[in-house]
């Protein structure tokens, strides 16, 4: 299973940009996509989350300005981000908790990151 994120760039603040995570290989079925972020010298950290049922899940910073969504026909995820601010620099990851063909157990995997970086 390999997981391809795309999307990040610079930006400047108030701007939007839309993050992608595109999930390939033996998937039968993702149980939850989710995106985190990591900015210098801080820990990783939760940015939003959404199951395969459509519920989402949202940090407290960025409520009302991103969105998650999932494509679950394209086993694709994305993260819709809006009124972007520099405090959102970070490199952004997706996250799956998936179940592979045949696999008994869900497994999680993590994407490369890609960098967003807000700034004038």
């Known amino acids: 299973v390999q997981l391809q994120a795309c999307g990040g760039g610079p930006v400047q603040p108030g701007g939007s940009l839309r993050l992608s995570c595109a999930a390939s290989g033996s998937i039968f079925s993702i149980n939850v996509m989710g995106w985190y972020r990591q900015a210098p010298g801080k820990q990783r950290e939760l940015v939003a989350s959404i199951t395969n049922s459509g519920s989402s899940n949202y940090a407290e910073f960025v409520k009302g300005r991103f969105t998650i969504s999932r494509d679950n026909a394209k086993n694709t995820g994305y993260l819709q981000m809006n009124s972007l601010k520099p405090g959102d620099t970070a490199v952004y990851y997706c996250?799956?908790?998936?179940?592979?063909?045949?696999?008994?157990?869900?497994?999680?995997?993590w994407g490369q990151g890609t960098l967003v970086t807000v700034s004038s």
């Open positions: 996250n799956v908790d998936l179940f592979e063909v045949g696999a008994q157990w869900p497994k999680g995997y």
